[in-house]
């Protein structure tokens, strides 16, 4: 079992998936630092909007766009994405967003790959299959 003094990080978070893909029993894994940034993102980005009654304006719309044809869908969903990553109150206060792609796979699933950076300057991106 992990125990608190053993997080060495300042910004953590318990992770929504294991490292190993597989749940153990007993262990408690978490993320920290730049992974933390990743699932927060990720959280924000798949949450639907209103569906925390505590934070109706937490996540995005982004869900609202999925059968649009793409040139359509491509800048509803960039806009959702961005409004929902710097929202004053539930976006992402550790990061500058740079820019936010949009694609469709070849197995027709859709793809987001949002750009963006910290303090130290080194552009980082977070990929969110939709």
């Known amino acids: 079992m992990l125990n608190l003094t053993d997080i060495s990080s300042l910004h953590w978070q318990p992770a929504l998936q294991p490292r190993d893909g597989k749940p153990g029993a007993n262990v408690a894994d978490i993320v920290e630092n730049l992974d933390d ?3 927060a993102l990720r959280i924000i980005l798949g949450t639907p909007k209103g569906s925390d009654p505590l934070r109706p304006e937490f996540g995005s719309d982004l869900f609202r766009y999925l059968d649009y044809p793409v040139d ?4 509803h969903v960039v806009r959702e994405a961005v409004a929902a990553i710097s929202h004053p109150l539930y976006g992402e206060p550790r990061i500058q967003l740079l820019r936010v792609l949009f694609s469709i ?11 963006w950076k910290l303090a130290d ?9 939709l």
């Open 37 to 39: 940034i990743h699932q």
């Open 72 to 75: 359509r869908a491509r800048p």
């Open 105 to 115: 796979e070849a197995d027709g699933g859709a793809h987001l790959c949002a750009q």
């Open 121 to 129: 300057g080194v552009i980082r991106e977070t990929e969110l299959r």
